[in-house]
């Protein structure tokens, strides 16, 4: 059975699509803006996700999104409104308008469907696209968008993976050894001090970049958009390169892969890293700083599925002992 929450979103998405359509028949239902009275509107669904941080349930051409219980209110209306912005046409996915802008005390927004990357087929990842979209989002400039800008949270949401860690797998023989790593990096990057160091650039950043914030709409072959504004605001660029560098850095994506998107990103002039300089400079706290919270994200998964972590955690949890071995003349930028 649909829980409350999934069957409201149900309602939010199909009124959604058929907004976006008045007139026409909905491929999901087969009813129209008009023609709704009495259907079940859990009907023609399908859920994409239920998550406490966030469900998404599809109706047709639009899905309804219920986000985190905890979100700050007023920055979520202003990504949303950012997302809309003429500025950010072809680089995020714009929302669709909404009646129901909060949900059993969670904000709901909607959005139309697009075609997320295939995971089945590593091959074809957009990496030079969403290096593009990156770059093109981090010289968006910010005075004419809607304000006040909130910051970037990823460096919130690696210390949200640190506390996931210690409340369920504090005992793992690993958590130790990821502590470790975390205490070695800097304030900022543990979401203790307001902001990076000043000679760091702040652009407009997308706070939580991997290859699942990426949809082709329309579907099923337009553009790839970036999705998710949850984590949308104002930071370091360089830390939605992290992911790929650690990644990259701890073996896991082969160095052809790093180098097509390192180069698809600076040639599209993105301001995070300089051109045809060394990029580690950086990168090295932001890659750091995400090897941690991967690695107690993994932690945590694996203690509350009662297995071990697999070879992408183990290799993953392996760098946090090269990172709390690190020695200090090696950082990049001094631990706070």
Same mark, same amino acid.
């Given at each position: 059975?649909?829980?409350?929450l999934?069957?409201?979103?149900?309602?939010?998405?199909?009124?959604?699509?058929?907004l976006?359509?008045p007139?026409?028949?909905?491929?999901?239902?087969g009813?129209?803006?008009?023609?709704?009275?009495? #259907?079940?509107?859990?009907d023609?669904?399908?859920?994409?996700?239920?998550r406490?941080?966030?469900?998404v349930?599809?109706? $047709?051409?639009?899905?309804?999104?219920?986000?985190?219980?905890?979100?700050?209110? #007023?920055a979520?209306r202003?990504?949303?409104?950012?997302?809309?912005?003429?500025?950010l &046409?072809?680089?995020?996915?714009?929302? +669709?308008?909404?009646?129901?802008?909060?949900?059993?005390?969670r904000?709901?927004?909607?959005?139309?469907? $697009?075609?997320?990357?295939?995971?089945?087929?590593?091959?074809?990842a957009?990496?030079?696209?969403?290096?593009?979209?990156?770059?093109?989002?981090?010289?968006?400039?910010?005075?004419?968008?809607?304000?006040? +800008?909130?910051?970037?949270? %990823?460096?919130?949401?690696?210390?949200?993976?640190?506390?996931?860690?210690?409340?369920?797998?504090?005992?793992?023989?690993?958590?130790?050894?990821?502590?470790?790593?975390?205490?070695r +990096?800097?304030?900022?990057?543990? %979401?203790?001090?307001?902001?990076?160091?000043?000679?760091?650039?702040?652009?407009l950043?997308h %706070?939580?970049?991997?290859?699942?914030?990426?949809?082709?709409?329309?579907?099923?072959?337009?553009?790839?958009?970036?999705?998710d504004?949850?984590?949308?605001g104002? %930071?370091?660029?360089?830390?939605?390169? *992290?992911?790929?560098?650690?990644w990259?850095?701890?073996?896991?994506?082969?160095?052809?892969?790093?180098?097509?998107?390192?180069?698809?990103?600076?040639?599209?002039?993105?301001? &995070?890293?300089?051109?045809?300089?060394?990029?580690?400079?950086?990168?090295?706290?932001?890659?750091?700083?995400?090897t941690?919270?991967?690695?107690?994200?993994?932690?945590?998964?694996?203690?509350?599925?009662?297995? #071990?972590?697999?070879d992408?955690?183990? *290799?993953?949890?392996?760098?946090?002992?090269?990172?709390?071995?690190?020695?200090?003349?090696?950082?990049c930028?001094?631990?706070?």
């Open positions: 059975m649909p829980t409350p999934l069957r409201t979103l149900a309602h939010v998405a199909r009124t959604a699509a058929h976006a359509a007139g026409d028949a909905c491929p999901a239902c009813h129209s803006a008009g023609g709704v009275s009495g #259907q079940d509107p859990y023609g669904r399908e859920t994409l996700a239920d406490p941080d966030g469900a349930v599809r109706h $047709g051409p639009a899905v309804a999104k219920a986000h985190a219980p905890d979100a700050d209110r #007023q979520h202003t990504r949303l409104a950012v997302a809309a912005h003429p500025d &046409a072809g680089i995020l996915l714009p929302p +669709l308008p909404s009646t129901a802008p909060a949900v059993l005390g904000p709901v927004s909607a959005w139309p469907y $697009g075609v997320p990357v295939d995971p089945a087929d590593p091959d074809a957009p990496w030079e696209e969403v290096a593009v979209l990156l770059a093109r989002l981090h010289r968006v400039g910010t005075a004419g968008l809607p304000g006040p +800008l909130p910051p970037m949270r %990823g460096p919130a949401k690696a210390a949200a993976a640190m506390a996931r860690m210690e409340d369920s797998a504090a005992g793992h023989p690993a958590a130790s050894t990821v502590r470790r790593a975390w205490e +990096l800097p304030a900022w990057a543990r %979401g203790t001090e307001a902001s990076a160091p000043h000679h760091h650039p702040r652009a950043c %706070g939580d970049l991997h290859l699942g914030q990426l949809v082709r709409h329309p579907a099923p072959d337009g553009p790839w958009l970036l999705i504004i949850d984590d949308l104002l %930071g370091d660029p360089a830390w939605d390169l *992290a992911r790929p560098a650690a990259y850095a701890a073996g896991i994506l082969p160095p052809e892969i790093w180098q097509r998107f390192l180069g698809a990103y600076t040639a599209a002039l993105g301001p &995070a890293v300089p051109a045809g300089a060394d990029p580690w400079p950086e990168l090295d706290v932001p890659a750091r700083t995400l941690v919270q991967t690695a107690a994200l993994a932690l945590a998964k694996s203690a509350a599925e009662d297995r #071990q972590p697999d992408v955690e183990s *290799a993953v949890i392996d760098a946090c002992t090269r990172i709390a071995t690190l020695p200090p003349e090696l950082e930028e001094p631990s706070s």
